[in-house]
């Protein structure tokens, strides 16, 4: 079962590659001369892999995945040809007897693999079978994942597999990066990021000053009276700069954890400074992560 009899051509690799900076997606640079798709996009999107067999001294088919008995593989194809000719070709397989009628699978670029599928010394897993005057390969057994695929090369004449519709494509169990939705384009720049971030800990810090105030829980807890009429608006950007915006908002912060201080210090037995208070906010805010709410 050498490969003697092969037509090797190289082919650029079909895949295309969807990269997150490039506006098209590209073709695949690497090249083969085993089929259309290097041996990466091979295996991504048609869970094959072409390699060397231990079987015999050629290239062998290898499914990457398990393959129940009796489903369609891929297909055997290639040139027709008609010849009286006597045949020595491995990769020529006979579907007709008169005119004597063949498909020539020398050709190494070939978009199905049935050509790769040999026929070593011993029992095979697959079988050939003639549909509509196509050749196509089917399991006859359980093929386990990463086995090589061997069949009789000739047309399977009572085919132990039932022919079926033929799928366009094996169904793949990951999506391939070709598949997947791109990512938007990113539109903020780094620094914005990191101010949005900042302006949001500094609200919900605000948001959750308001909160304590409204707490009568908290108030209890610190022997004073709960202030449920207690306001605090945060203040909107407008106008201003993203410096001036974020001063506004660290001085409503300042003030309010002030405004507690002075809240919680109605209890004559608390005494409790700004450094105290804003320590205390800090915890709380770890412990009971609050989201920023909409307003
Ligand atoms: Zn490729």
Known sequence: MSDKSAIVMRERCQATVSKRWAKEPRRCKFTTLRGIYCWQHE???R?????????????????????????????????????????????MLKIKKRPPTYIDASKTNIKQEGRWVKDPPGSNNAEIVLQNGKAYLYSIKDIPA??????????????????????????LKKPTHRLLPRRKPQTKTRQEIIDERYQKKLKIRLQFIRKLFHDSNFAKQLGI??????????????????????????????EQEKALMNYINKNPQAKVDHIKVIDMIDALIK??????QEE
């Open 287 to 292: 412990k009971k992560k609050p989201k920023l």
């Open 47 to 91: 869970n094959f892999r072409i390699k060397k067999s231990n079987k015999h001294d050629g290239y062998g088919l290898f499914s990457t995945e398990f393959i129940p008995a009796n489903k369609y593989i891929c297909g055997y194809e290639g040139d027709r040809v008609v010849t009286h000719d006597n045949i020595k070709n491995p990769f």
């Open 225 to 254: 009276k709960v202030n449920p009429k207690k306001t605090i608006t945060i203040p909107k950007q407008d106008d201003s700069t993203i410096d001036q915006y974020h001063k506004r908002l660290e001085k409503k912060v300042k």
């Open 146 to 171: 990463n086995t090589e695929i061997t069949a009789a090369h000739k047309i399977a004449e009572e085919p132990k597999a039932e022919p079926e519709p033929i799928p366009k494509r094996r169904i």
């Open 43 to 45: 295996q991504q999107i």
